[in-house]
């Protein structure tokens, strides 16, 4: 009995502490907004610095596309003035209809607002055209540096409406930001300029819209987001040779083991990449370097 109410005990505490904790973390003075994922809470804190706190709803290492918010989720969410969330991420379809229902004081601002989005990547040609309506938009708008611009101006512009005594303060860090996403983006034309290949292949086809804004070719392994079938596979590994692709990009989100195989296959190498970082900018030209590398644009090679 007495062992029973200490650990009734030790759990209380447990309980208390862990709530005030919970608590401690977050600065009351404070005005909170959530946001999807890492990425963008990064965008937010180069505009607001530290005026705002900012609450993830995708823990790191989670795989947006299946992941589920848990109810505590749900009350971080409605102490929030803001939710910017992504747009057409997997669980934020469902989730967005059940927390405006409960938190109808939140406002919902959409992050692929005046984007010009595409259509899911595509790696299966002969079905694309019977099963058109299978495909969604690519959520994965954050790869692209010329779409966080204009999702940072949403952002920014949102900010100001609410927080007006902030305003030339978010405006001057806003162009800023925008400054170095430039700087970014004439680096990364800078760098694929002179590509021998124009192609990569990649397990979770994250990397459309970078592909698009940068004029190469993704092939992701994943068929209708899914683990591939044998007979996918052989379809990349005969990609793969063709257009004399040697590196296979990773997400740890998710599955590794097929893209290792492809890799092995066509007796090249797998490389791990991190859309998902938060720090973007640092992630992006990691991610750069890595795919220059992979097309062996190294001119004198
Ligand atoms: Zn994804």
Known sequence: MRKNITLFFMFLVFVVTGFANGDGKKDSKKPVVTVSILPQKF???QIAGDFLQVN??????????????TSKQMTELSN?????????????KTW??????????????SCSKGLDLL?????????HAKNKQVHGT???IWTS????????????????????????????????????IDTLDNHIRFMFNDSISKAFMIFHPAMAYFARDYHIEQYGIEFEGKSPSTAHMKKMVDIA???????????????????QSIAREIGGNVEAIDPLAENWLGEMYSIAAKMKKAMHIVTNE
């Open 43 to 45: 965008f937010i804190e």
């Open 56 to 69: 993830v709803i995708l823990p790191p290492g989670s795989s947006p596309e299946d992941f589920e918010p």
């Open 80 to 92: 929030s003035s803001y939710y910017f969330y992504i747009g057409h991420l997997g669980f934020e």
């Open 96 to 109: 967005i209809k059940k927390v405006t229902a409960i938190a109808p004081k939140v406002k919902y601002i």
């Open 119 to 127: 259509e899911d990547e595509c790696t299966h040609g002969e079905n």
């Open 138 to 140: 690519d959520p994965h």
């Open 145 to 180: 540096p010329e779409n966080v611009k204009t999702m940072s101006r949403t952002i920014c512009a949102e900010l100001v409406k609410s927080y007006p005594s902030q305003k030339v303060v978010f405006e001057k860090n806003l162009n800023a930001f925008i400054s170095k």
């Open 241 to 259: 040779r063709a257009k004399k692709i040697k590196t296979i990009f990773i997400q740890s989100q998710f599955e590794t083991a097929k893209a």
